[in-house]
């Protein structure tokens, strides 16, 4: 929320757009789909539900901070962003205290603003980030996203090829946390608008089936652009 008025939007691309990632996002629907199915493990209802508690110690983590912090809080700095990169990079297998950097190329990738030539130059330096992180992924396997993406490279081009590889990660990162960190702070705004909405929340927070409803109506309704 930028003023209490209206909900700060930022000006973005769709994943893809002038980030030379077309081995990922321009390539025929079969190999598309082949690509996708060899990470649709980590994308179902199991996987999520087996990522809730990680996403809730996240969250806690991030509301006591700002707690601490005392106001005014940036609901999108302090917590809409990073909810969902913490969680995109542990998938990944990045390092937590390397997130910030990985926020900074998403930011500068996904934006309209950005001219070419410097999408070309973030984009070879999350590259030159990657490489290391995909050797040692290599020699120490684990059980994650890149993980399954090496795995998949070592049995071949066919299967994966390095580009491929490379574009799937750095999509995953660019696309991952622009949806839901503008989810989060649209919805924050229509309940903020609706106080009597907001007081009906808070009176039902020991009511899991109904918080459920309310979180399900809210995201209906929220605009995600």
Excluded at 60 to 87: C, H
Aim: net charge negative.
């Amino acid at each position: 929320i930028s003023d209490g008025d209206i909900p700060r939007r930022g000006r973005g691309r769709g994943p893809g757009t002038g980030t030379e990632m077309a081995s990922l996002f321009s390539v025929s629907d079969a190999r598309h789909n082949h690509m996708r199915r060899l990470v649709t493990q980590w994308f179902t209802v199991k996987a999520a539900s087996a990522l809730a508690p990680r996403v809730v110690e996240v969250t806690n983590q991030l509301v006591d901070a700002m707690e601490r912090s005392g106001p005014p809080a940036d609901l999108f700095e302090d917590y809409a962003i990073k909810t969902p990169m913490t969680v995109i990079c542990e998938l990944l297998g990045v390092p937590r205290q390397d997130e910030p950097q990985f926020r900074q190329w998403a930011r500068v990738l996904f934006s309209v603003e950005t001219l070419p030539e410097e999408a070309r130059a973030q984009r070879g330096q999350m590259v030159q980030y990657l490489l290391p992180l995909i050797e040692q992924e290599r020699k120490q396997p684990h059980n994650n996203v890149l993980g399954t993406l090496v795995k998949a490279h070592d049995q071949g081009d066919e299967v994966l090829t390095q580009e491929e590889m490379l574009s799937f990660a750095m999509g995953l990162i660019i696309a991952g946390f622009e949806t839901v960190s503008t989810t989060f702070t649209n919805s924050a705004f229509i309940l903020l608008q609706r106080p009597d909405l907001l007081a009906q929340l808070r009176e039902r927070l020991d009511d899991p089936a109904c918080m459920a409803t309310a979180m399900e109506e809210i995201l209906r309704m929220t605009p995600l652009g």
